[in-house]
């Protein structure tokens, strides 16, 4: 079993910048991913990272403003996310997969409760 927690969202001013975290426990070296919806839109992709070996793949909406890590030690994963826009609201969701890279929800079986991000303008 899976469990993912997350942690780190909060109101931030436009430009401004938030870490979040995802703590797992159980069998969670697999592909990892953050996920956002904000209020009457769909679940989108953000980001994913293969646990073996760190490999990340980020949505072009947030290239170059976002990237996504992992602490091994710690089992958790972050999301740096650095010139926050008000269109970044959202509750963001960390999600695993035992399958490989990808952006569809679909996809991950194991899903955080999320947190709340909100942007300022």
């Known amino acids: 079993q899976v469990q993912l927690e997350e942690s780190g969202g909060g109101l931030v001013q436009a430009g401004g910048s938030l870490r979040l975290s995802c703590v797992a426990s159980?069998?969670?070296?697999?592909?990892m991913a953050w996920f956002r919806q904000a209020p009457g839109k769909e679940r989108e992709f953000v980001a994913c990272?293969?646990?073996?070996?760190?490999?990340?793949v980020v949505a072009n909406s947030v290239k170059g403003r976002f990237t996504s890590s992992r602490d091994d030690a710690k089992n958790t994963l972050y999301l740096q996310m650095n010139s926050l826009k008000p269109e970044d609201t959202a509750v963001y969701y960390c999600?695993?997969?035992?399958?490989?890279?990808?952006?569809?929800?679909?996809?991950?079986?194991?899903w955080g409760q999320g947190t709340q991000v909100t942007v300022s303008s």
């Open positions: 999600a695993a997969t035992a399958k490989g890279l990808g952006g569809v929800s679909g996809d991950y079986e194991y």
């Open positions: 159980g069998r969670t070296r697999w592909t």
């Open positions: 990272l293969r646990w073996a070996g760190g490999t990340t």
